[in-house]
């Protein structure tokens, strides 16, 4: 995997109505586009580094916790990552899932 790349995970549902301004449309846009490249950053930590929490994916991205915590649930519905079983303390003393690239 490259860091740059996209994959489509399907958020083809509009991010703005018809009757918004152009420049709602085009901040859709964008938003779509950075979530992709956010879940490809994601499938790739975990493909190079292994099993994480969302934190430590965070940590080691770049990214806001936030950030990384929305795409898991949309990754792993679409059967790119799973959910290892281990629950893991964040930095912060809460409980977080470890999670692992599902390989095949």
Avoid at 43 to 50: I, M, P, T, V, W
Avoid at 56 to 68: F, M, N, P, S
């Amino acid at each position: 995997m490259q860091k740059h790349e996209t994959i489509d995970l399907g958020w083809s549902k509009p991010l703005a109505r018809n009757d918004d301004p152009v420049t709602s449309h085009q901040a859709a846009a964008s938003m779509t586009e950075s979530a992709s490249k956010h879940a490809m950053m994601i499938l790739d930590a975990l493909y190079k580094n292994g099993d994480m929490s969302p934190t430590g994916i965070a940590l080691c991205l770049g990214l806001d916790r936030a950030q990384v915590f929305r795409r898991m649930s949309e990754l792993e519905r679409r059967g790119f990552i799973y959910a290892t079983g281990r629950v893991l303390r964040s930095p912060s003393g809460r409980n977080e899932r470890e999670w692992s690239f599902k390989r095949g």
